[in-house]
């Protein structure tokens, strides 16, 4: 099971409280968790990645162990601890301004 936690803008439009968990096939990576967040949550479709490219939306980040994934293939593998459940996969709503 993949855990993930979105902002709160997202978990309103999804109407989810706390996080998400996934099941999903095979090496889980950004693309096929997205993949599946999408297809369960059809709403957030084109919110996390743009409709026609698949990229990252830009005042969104991904984390993940601490890690900032956000720029990172959406093919690579996810961290171990995420895989395994311990840790969730992280979507943040950047700040910006000045």
Excluded: N, W
Excluded at 37 to 63: N, S, V, W
Excluded at 71 to 91: C, K, M, R, T, W
Aim: hydrophobic content about 40%.
């Amino acid at each position: 099971m993949i855990r993930v936690v979105l902002p709160a803008h997202l978990r309103t439009l999804a109407r989810i409280e706390g996080e998400v968990t996934l099941d999903v096939k095979g090496q889980p990576t950004q693309r096929i968790v997205l993949d599946a967040l999408e297809a369960r949550y059809p709403m957030l479709c084109g919110t996390i990645r743009d409709h026609d490219t698949q990229k990252r939306r830009p005042f969104l980040r991904f984390f993940a162990c601490q890690e900032d994934l956000s720029h990172e293939s959406p093919d690579a593998p996810l961290p171990a601890a995420v895989v395994s459940g311990q840790e969730p996969f992280l979507i943040i709503g950047s700040v910006a301004g000045g």
